[in-house]
T-cell receptor
Framework: QKEVEQDPGPLSVPEGAIVSLNCTYS??????FMWYRQYSRKGPELLMY????GNKEDGRFTAQVDKSSKYISLFIRDSQPSDSATYLC??????????FGTGTKLQVIP | GAVVSQHPSRVICKSGTSVKIECRSL??????MFWYRQFPKQSLMLMAT?????????EQGVEKDKFLINHASLTLSTLTVTSAHPEDSSFYIC???????????FGPGTRLTVT
C-alpha cells in the first residue's frame, strides 16, 4: 500500500463548477499537509499548507484535513480554465522529507 | 511567497558531457534544498536532500557519483549530471525549505535533453 493515494484523473469539469480533489494516506506520522499546483512543464507551486484538522480557506481554495480518517481534500470554487493543471497533495512528518501524491490532472472546460 | 529560481531552464547536451544546473532561493535562506526528477505524466521522484554545508543525502538507487550535488551557501545549490547519457534526459526540479519549515518552494525546473 502506498503511503499516499491520489486519483490521477483526469478530472474534467465545466467552468464555474466546484472541484473536489482528494488524497488518502496511511501513515499517522504525517502532521503537515500541503497542496501544490503544477502547470505543464513547470515546477509545482505551493497553494496551501496546514497542520491541523479542519478547514483552511484562501480565496477560492479550501483545504480540508481529517486526521481521524487520514483524508485530505482541496476544494476549488468557481473553477476557471486557468485552474487547469495537475494538483499534487504533499504530506510531511515534520522531518523535512515530503511525500507527494501522484497528482490529479484537472481540466476546466470553458 | 518564497521564490526559487533555476538555471538553465532548458539544456541540450551531447552524450558523455557534464551539465550543471543551479538552484537559487531569491528571498529567503534555504537551509535545505531538494532535487527531484520528473518523467512525463509522472509524479516527482526525490533524488537527494542537501543541507547547507553538508554532504547530500541520496535516495536509494540514485548514483551519487553521477549526480553531484553541492549546497555551498544558504541560497545556492547545484546539481551536476556527469557523463550524461540519453536515459538521463528528464525534467529536473529543485525545491528549497527554510529553517524549521516543512513546506517546500519549487523552482521552475530544467528540461535536460541528452543526444
Amino acid at each position: 500500500q502506498k503511503e499516499v493515494e491520489q486519483d490521477p484523473g483526469p478530472l474534467s469539469v465545466p467552468e464555474g463548477a466546484i472541484v473536489s480533489l482528494n488524497c488518502t494516506y496511511s501513515n499517522s506520522a504525517f502532521q503537515y499537509f500541503m497542496w501544490y499546483r503544477q502547470y505543464s512543464r513547470k515546477g509545482p507551486e505551493l497553494l496551501m499548507y496546514t497542520y491541523s484538522s479542519g478547514n483552511k480557506e484562501d480565496g477560492r481554495f479550501t483545504a480540508q484535513v481529517d486526521k481521524s480518517s487520514k483524508y485530505i481534500s482541496l476544494f476549488i470554487r468557481d473553477s476557471q480554465p486557468s485552474d487547469s493543471a495537475t494538483y499534487l497533495c504533499a504530506l510531511s512528518g515534520g522531518y523535512q522529507k515530503v511525500t507527494f501524491g501522484t497528482g490529479t490532472k484537472l481540466q476546466v472546460i470553458p | 511567497g518564497a521564490v526559487v529560481s533555476q538555471h538553465p531552464s532548458r539544456v541540450i547536451c551531447k552524450s558523455g558531457t557534464s551539465v550543471k544546473i543551479e538552484c537559487r532561493s531569491l528571498d529567503f535562506q534555504a537551509t535545505t534544498m531538494f532535487w527531484y526528477r520528473q518523467f512525463p505524466k509522472q509524479s516527482l521522484m526525490l533524488m537527494a536532500t542537501s543541507n547547507e554545508g553538508s554532504k547530500a543525502t541520496y535516495e536509494q538507487g540514485v548514483e551519487k557519483d553521477k549526480f553531484l550535488i553541492n549546497h555551498a551557501s544558504l541560497t545556492l545549490s547545484t546539481l551536476t549530471v556527469t557523463s550524461a547519457h540519453p536515459e538521463d534526459s528528464s525534467f529536473y526540479i529543485c525545491s528549497a525549505s527554510g529553517q524549521g519549515a516543512y513546506e517546500q518552494y519549487f523552482g521552475p525546473g530544467t528540461r535536460l535533453t541528452v543526444t
